[in-house]
């Protein structure tokens, strides 16, 4: 294993097994193909032919958008192909830097293959030994990467909340850490990637975020998708990247991404460029 290994594992996945999804005339997301054919049965919302998906050009609106594709997961959902609703929407754009074109629910967004964006929160410690990192543990129950290593705070983005506002509101809900406190985090850049899971395709833009902590503060979940928390030394935080697939599979990509930041990964590994290229799509 490798933490090259770790970078591939979020770029899985064949672009020939999807058609476009547009709305607006704008391609917002990927439908795999072989699901397509179930939404024929929605074909006062979708065009369907054999080059994309888009919906009607009669949904001329943000509202009217979110409202017809509401109506299509809410009846998926009750078909059983939707793994669970969480009912939270995502916004969903054409362009990352371009208001939303509609707004979806969380659990629908793999399904159609729209854009995720998520706040990915570096905790760290400098202690005289050097660089520690707090590292969660996913409660067993979540819904996805039950049981792996996470960050001390992350989250995805919902509609209609600043990125600033969710990141106090993850910090508080899975770390106890006051506003005060969390408002620190400093914005540090982006990791983007595409990759093919169970749940679909997951399309994301995460905003990472580094916040140095007092060596006297220790973590504590309130809101039960954490069971323990751990402050390991940074070397340790790459041994366990290095020798499988521990960490949720993101949230490897973010440790990498402080690694490098930080110096802890250098030039002089050959795998260097690989690995600082592989943390981004193309812009």
């Given at each position: 294993?490798s933490?090259r290994?770790?970078?591939?594992?979020?770029?899985?996945?064949?672009?020939?097994?999807?058609?476009?999804?547009?709305a607006?005339g704008?391609q917002?997301?990927?439908?795999?193909?072989d699901f397509a054919?179930?939404l024929q049965?929605?074909?006062?919302?979708?065009d369907?032919?054999p080059e994309?998906?888009?919906?009607?050009a009669?949904y001329a609106?943000?509202e009217?958008?979110?409202?017809?594709?509401?109506?299509?997961?809410?009846?998926?959902?009750a078909?059983?192909?939707?793994?669970?609703?969480?009912?939270?929407d995502y916004?969903?754009?054409?362009?990352?830097?371009?208001?939303p074109l509609l707004?979806l629910?969380?659990?629908?967004?793999?399904?159609?293959?729209t854009?995720?964006?998520?706040?990915h929160?570096?905790?760290?410690v400098?202690?005289?030994?050097?660089?520690?990192?707090w590292?969660?543990?996913?409660?067993?129950?979540?819904?996805?990467?039950?049981?792996?290593?996470?960050?001390?705070?992350?989250g995805?983005?919902?509609?209609?909340?600043s990125?600033?506002?969710?990141?106090?509101k993850e910090?508080?809900?899975?770390?106890?850490?006051?506003?005060?406190?969390?408002?620190?985090?400093r914005?540090?850049?982006?990791?983007?990637y595409?990759t093919?899971l169970?749940?679909?395709?997951?399309?994301d833009l995460?905003y990472?975020?580094?916040?140095?902590?007092?060596a006297?503060?220790?973590?504590?979940?309130?809101?039960?998708?954490?069971?323990a928390?751990?402050?390991w030394?940074?070397?340790?935080?790459v041994?366990?990247?290095?020798a499988g697939?521990?960490?949720k599979?993101n949230?490897a990509?973010?440790?990498?991404?402080?690694?490098i930041?930080?110096?802890?990964?250098?030039?002089e590994?050959?795998d260097?460029?690989?690995?600082?290229?592989?943390?981004?799509?193309p812009?």
């Amino acid at each position: 294993m490798s933490l090259r290994d770790r970078i591939e594992a979020c770029r899985r996945w064949t672009p020939d097994d999807y058609l476009p999804f547009r709305a607006a005339g704008r391609q917002v997301g990927r439908i795999r193909k072989d699901f397509a054919p179930r939404l024929q049965a929605f074909d006062e919302v979708f065009d369907l032919g054999p080059e994309a998906v888009a919906l009607k050009a009669r949904y001329a609106d943000f509202e009217s958008r979110s409202a017809a594709l509401r109506t299509v997961v809410l009846a998926l959902d009750a078909d059983g192909a939707i793994r669970r609703l969480r009912n939270e929407d995502y916004a969903v754009h054409a362009d990352w830097s371009e208001p939303p074109l509609l707004r979806l629910e969380r659990g629908a967004v793999p399904l159609f293959g729209t854009s995720g964006l998520g706040v990915h929160v570096n905790g760290f410690v400098r202690k005289p030994d050097g660089l520690h990192l707090w590292v969660g543990r996913r409660a067993k129950d979540k819904a996805t990467a039950p049981g792996k290593l996470d960050h001390i705070v992350a989250g995805g983005q919902p509609y209609g909340l600043s990125l600033q506002e969710n990141l106090i509101k993850e910090a508080a809900e899975e770390a106890s850490i006051p506003a005060d406190l969390a408002a620190g985090a400093r914005p540090v850049g982006v990791v983007s990637y595409i990759t093919a899971l169970a749940e679909g395709l997951r399309h994301d833009l995460l905003y990472c975020y580094d916040l140095e902590l007092p060596a006297d503060f220790a973590p504590v979940c309130s809101d039960g998708e954490v069971e323990a928390f751990f402050l390991w030394p940074i070397a340790r935080v790459v041994e366990v990247l290095e020798a499988g697939d521990d960490f949720k599979f993101n949230v490897a990509l973010v440790n990498i991404d402080f690694l490098i930041r930080h110096g802890v990964i250098g030039p002089e590994r050959p795998d260097y460029p690989a690995l600082a290229h592989g943390l981004r799509l193309p812009a």
